[in-house]
């Protein structure tokens, strides 16, 4: 057909390019169809795939086997061809040759092209370079793909279409397929280490009449049929240790959780999360479960405790040191926070010590962005950062020796924060000053202060035992043990900002 000529920006020319190499596609769908052909098969009966025939070239050499795939490659000699096929396990190149398939089937295969689904019947064998390959006796085609794959996969502008279509990231960059093969095998890992120690998987609701559980801003939405506000759940704590209050001893649930924030390397408006809840249990038994466990998967999964991440090398044997916080934030920055008892007072160090607030100034916010800004940089190796102030914690238990603490807990690991836990609370008048306090906190302007909950005080009142409760991003866990920077590269479809 005639080339048409190609103005504009290299976008515009580039979609030029694409209308044309799709016009050439649909020609040949049709020439498919005029031959009778279903360019949009049916189920095809796999044996075997890719990696199992690489893998297992010994046992199967000469025998028949039955794969299907993309086409990745394609390379014409005349009436015999090669073509690499890609599953979910890898790519296998496949050889097909005219007096072996008949005239039809490779006047079809002569009309595929790269991007195309097809299935092959034929025989293991390997080329005389050393290929371990497959002699195709049958072709059937399976999907024809009407649009060319990316041939370049690198720079900014290519980076956001990774995202944007992360079909095409998947299929053309085999290693996005094996971070996302790993994160399954890390969540899987999970399940089976708290499954084994008695734990028990539950769902609570996603849409709440109340945003509680952390200090975050929530999403909203509106139902209809009740006339009533809800909210995108910001965590799942008060409805699992409302289990708790039922008799539930070990509990946790994995699932989607929604803040209203901004988006950056580390965080993603939807992400998921894991909490936990063992009663009869407090902080450092929870400790001792994160680190194993932590451990176990990463052993489970990669096969190894030491890990690379970003150039940093980490090993996740426990046990992981115990840092106070506030000694942590001395340590480097020279502030003693348990020092500051005025939000004049968090004002004037914030100063001094040139931190950009973007939340109202006062000591618990102080504490939160001298930790982001001092100290956990410098948090390679997997650390818990215990013993926070009560203002950043209103679930959790005080300090009986010095109430003005919590006993909580944050591991970091590789300069990221990855888990939180408390020894719950379980007082139902010190919870309740705890909300009245944060009430306040959301009159003066923050407001992702936690909200008012009367009827998790209610329960409380009914009595719950003991409790030890973590939480884990599995985002940030599947960022570390897969050795990326950016959150986006371990969600399958990031929140984007619409194209205009």
């Given amino acids: 057909m005639p080339e048409r000529t190609q103005t504009g920006t290299p976008e515009e020319t580039l979609e030029q390019d694409i209308d044309q190499l799709r016009a050439v596609r649909l020609e040949k769908l049709d020439k498919l169809r005029q031959m009778g052909v279903d360019p949009y098969g049916t189920r095809f009966d796999r044996s075997t795939c890719a990696q199992a025939i690489r893998e297992g070239f010994d046992s199967l050499e000469g025998s028949e086997v039955g794969i299907a795939g993309r086409i990745m490659a394609l390379r014409h000699h005349g009436k015999a061809s090669f073509a690499d096929l890609q599953d979910q396990s890898g790519r296998i190149q496949v050889?097909?040759?005219?007096?072996?398939?008949?005239?039809?089937q490779y006047q079809v295969y002569e009309l595929l092209d790269v991007g195309d689904i097809v299935g092959v019947k034929g025989t293991v064998f390997k080329t005389r370079r050393g290929e371990i390959s497959v002699h195709v006796a049958?072709?059937?085609?399976?999907?024809k793909s009407l649009r060319p794959l990316p041939e370049k996969w690198h720079g900014l502008k290519d980076v956001d279409l990774r995202y944007r279509q992360r079909y095409l990231d998947l299929v053309t960059n085999p290693d996005v397929m094996e971070t996302f093969l790993v994160r399954s095998k890390i969540v899987r890992a999970m399940r089976n280490y708290l499954d084994a120690r008695g734990f028990y998987e539950v769902e609570t609701p996603t849409m709440q009449s109340i945003a509680g559980g952390t200090t975050a801003r929530p999403f909203v939405t509106h139902h209809n049929a009740l006339d009533i506000d809800l909210y995108l759940r910001i965590a799942t704590e008060l409805h699992l240790k409302r289990l708790v209050v039922g008799g539930f001893e070990k509990v946790y649930e994995i699932g989607r959780i929604f803040r209203n924030e901004g988006i950056s390397t580390k965080h993603n408006p939807e992400f998921t999360s894991i909490e936990l809840y063992q009663a009869y249990a407090d902080y450092h038994d929870i400790m001792r479960l994160t680190e194993d466990m932590v451990f176990?998967?990463?052993?489970?999964v990669l096969g190894t405790s030491t890990i690379t991440y970003q150039g940093h090398t980490v090993d996740l044997t426990p046990p992981w040191p115990r840092i106070r916080l506030l000694d942590a934030i001395e340590q480097?920055?020279?502030?003693d926070m348990s020092s500051i008892e005025t939000d004049d007072e968090a004002k004037q160090v914030a100063g001094r010590l040139g931190l950009k607030m973007d939340k109202v100034v006062t000591r618990a916010t102080i504490?939160?962005?001298a930790l982001e800004t001092f100290v956990e940089p410098t948090l390679i190796s997997p650390t818990?950062?215990?013993?926070?102030?009560?203002e950043v914690s209103p679930l959790a238990r005080r300090d009986k020796d010095d109430p003005r603490f919590v006993h909580r807990f944050e591991a970091f690991a590789a300069s990221m924060e990855f888990a939180n836990a408390f020894s719950e609370l379980n007082d139902p008048m010190d919870q309740m000053s705890r909300f009245v306090q944060q009430a306040s906190e959301r009159i003066k302007g923050d407001d992702e202060a936690h909200v008012m909950d009367e009827e998790y005080v209610m329960?409380?009142?009914?009595?719950?035992?003991?409790?030890?409760g973590l939480g884990i991003g599995i985002d940030r866990l599947t960022m570390l043990l897969t050795d990326k920077a950016s959150i986006r590269d371990v969600i399958l479809f990031p929140l984007m900002r619409p194209k205009e």
Avoid: H, Q, W
Avoid at 99 to 104: I, L, P, T, Y
């Fill in 95 to 104: 050889y097909v040759r005219l007096d072996d398939v008949g005239e039809f």
């Fill in 384 to 390: 818990f950062l215990v013993d926070y102030p009560v």
């Fill in 332 to 335: 480097k920055c020279g502030v």
């Fill in 296 to 300: 176990n998967i990463a052993r489970e």
């Fill in 138 to 143: 049958r072709i059937v085609l399976l999907s």
């Fill in 367 to 369: 504490v939160d962005k």
């Fill in 459 to 468: 329960a409380l009142e009914y009595g719950m035992p003991p409790t030890g």
